[in-house]
């Protein structure tokens, strides 16, 4: 089977709407699991979920959210190059899909330097170690002699991807990219740049709520961390923002931008801008609250205006 035929499988399973939780990457499963359950109630067709440092691994995290369910896509957004190598990587992803009826999705992304050299690591050249890591994950040298002659499946992966170097390397070795924090701006960009075959699936964050003040607020203090981060910022100045937009939190442009607010109807419309623009799913992050930590509440609210 070729690139472009798994590519359309892929799409076709994963569909046009996704929920991304972040902090499945550190609630304990008996949180975790009736959250995955829920959101595959409400219909949609595949979760994402990360993996940061020191919180969850990523592959048994992975097989709790698939254990918990039946049928939704499970995938990690993103299992981080930097904390296995990529044998044991295959080796995870071959055994998910195989305890559960191929429904997981090998995200990998290259994380952030504060990510990743308090393991040891020095954080340099992500490209080239996303290249170099993806040749690994199927090479024959890894193939085990207690295989016998049948070679492995194949794994199947979507990396994490912002600018032009690294969504090309989605371009020509995965089934395609999966930016997060990115307004729709970058979902254009990132097509012409990806062209019409590959998978594009950008994260974007949703908070239901009319008074623009107050969730301008909550968006701040959910990305405040992340506009910190270089990898980030170049990506917003690619953008065309600027020093200024990225000061105190974030300017209203930046913040209504990357954050979806409004009542329900308002946000899915900008969540449809992104299927405009190119992607073939979108995402959708709910930023919960105290009443509402995973965000499943506004799930209810968006689902079914998502049909």
């Known amino acids: ?57 990523s592959f048994s995290n992975g097989a709790v959210l698939l254990g918990a369910t039946e049928k939704i896509m499970v995938a990690s957004g993103i299992t981080n190059v930097w904390a296995r190598d990529a044998l044991a990587s295959a080796s995870a992803s071959r055994t998910l899909n195989d305890s559960f009826d191929n429904r997981f999705l090998l995200g990998l992304g290259v994380s952030h330097p504060p990510q990743v050299d308090p393991r040891g690591s020095t954080y340099l050249k992500p490209v080239a170690k996303m290249r170099e ?62 062209g019409p075959d590959p998978l594009l699936i950008p994260e974007h964050k949703v908070i239901i709520e009319t008074d623009a003040d107050k969730a301008r607020e909550r968006a701040r203090a959910a990305i405040g961390w992340y506009l910190g981060i270089e990898n980030y910022k170049r990506n917003l100045f690619w953008m065309g ?6 000061a105190n939190g974030g300017s209203d442009r930046l913040i209504d931008a990357l954050v979806a607010h409004g009542d329900a109807e308002t946000v899915v419309a900008k969540l449809r801008e992104h299927l405009a623009a190119g992607a073939d799913q979108v995402a959708i992050q709910p930023l919960g609250d105290d009443a509402d930590p995973m965000g499943v509440t506004q799930l209810q609210e968006l689902a079914p205006l998502l049909k």
């Open 241 to 246: 923002y600027t020093e200024d937009d990225i």
């Open 133 to 194: 890591y993806l040749e690994q994950l199927n090479t024959d040298e890894f193939n085990s002699p207690d295989v016998g002659q049948s070679a492995p499946e194949p794994v199947q992966t979507i990396i994490a991807a912002l600018r032009k170097p690294m969504l090309e390397v989605a371009r020509d070795m995965s089934l395609g990219a999966h930016p997060y924090l990115v307004p729709v701006e970058h979902t254009a960009k990132a097509r012409e740049i990806l």
């Open 1 to 57: 089977m070729g690139l472009s035929e798994e590519r359309a499988i892929m799409r076709q399973r994963l569909g046009t709407w996704g929920v991304w939780i972040g902090a499945l990457t550190a609630v304990p499963a008996a949180l975790g699991r009736p959250t995955a359950a829920a959101v595959e109630d409400l219909g949609f067709t595949c979760l994402w979920y990360p993996e940061g440092m020191g919180v969850r691994e």
